[in-house]
T-cell receptor, first 113, second 113 residues
């Protein structure tokens, strides 16, 4: 069964600290993996997209990693800011099939002063 | 970059009326559009997948006669909530996909009185 599991479910960190969010998947055949940030009451916004051959991709203070062998991805946030408070969603695309996208349930991050 | 416009961003209606939400891809042609529903502090729930010119594929438990989806062109999909009731109050989000890009709309908040 194609699944995407994210951990932790929620996280609270102090402003300025770093954190890492995890995404494990059992999707096959794999096409790509995307990380989105969703602010409360808004639609998700793309942070990174990674294909099978990519190990690391950065977008400002966000760095995503992908290990296609272990089927794991992480999103590292450096020097967190209050505006980083949001839900972070991992989405994996299949290479075929009628349901091409599998969504994780997200990690809710709260950055506090 | 790819932009998806969703309209209206919020709507309040009386119980028993129907509400239409539009989702437009502004600068790319979307072969597939997705509709989601999201309750407060919960993850996105896929409602249906629509391909241009064909009938939408609904997820299990989603009433196709209540949530009418039309995808008449490569840049426009609409979701109509028919005979809305207070329990239909939610945040509805669309996303549009071409070969590579998956972009979300900003969401539409529906409140049924």
């Amino acid at each position: 069964k194609n699944q995407v599991e994210q951990s932790p479910q929620s996280l609270i960190i102090l402003e300025g600290k770093n954190c890492t969010l995890q995404c494990n998947y059992t999707v096959s055949p794999f096409s790509n993996l995307r990380w989105y940030k969703q602010d409360t009451g808004r639609g998700p916004v793309s942070l990174t997209i990674m294909t099978f051959s990519e190990n690391t991709k950065s977008n400002g203070r966000y760095t995503a990693t992908l290990d296609a062998d272990t089927k794991q991805s992480s999103l590292h946030i450096t020097a967190s800011q209050l505006s980083d408070s949001a839900s972070y969603i991992c989405v994996v695309s299949l290479n075929s099939g009628n349901t091409p996208l599998v969504f994780g349930k997200g990690t809710r991050l709260s950055v506090i002063a | 970059g790819a932009v998806v416009s969703q309209h209206p961003s919020w709507v309040i209606c009386k119980s028993g009326t129907s509400v239409k939400i539009e989702c437009r891809s502004l600068d790319f042609q979307a072969t597939t559009m997705f509709w989601y529903r999201q309750f407060p502090k919960q993850s996105l729930m896929l409602m249906a997948t629509s391909n241009e010119g064909s009938k939408a594929t609904y997820e299990q438990g989603v009433e196709k006669d209540k949530f009418l989806i039309n995808h008449a062109s490569l840049t426009l999909s609409t979701l109509t909530v028919t005979s809305a009731h207070p329990e239909d109050s939610s945040f509805y989000i669309c996303s549009a996909r071409d070969l590579v890009v998956l972009t979300f709309g900003a969401g539409s908040r529906l409140t049924v009185l």
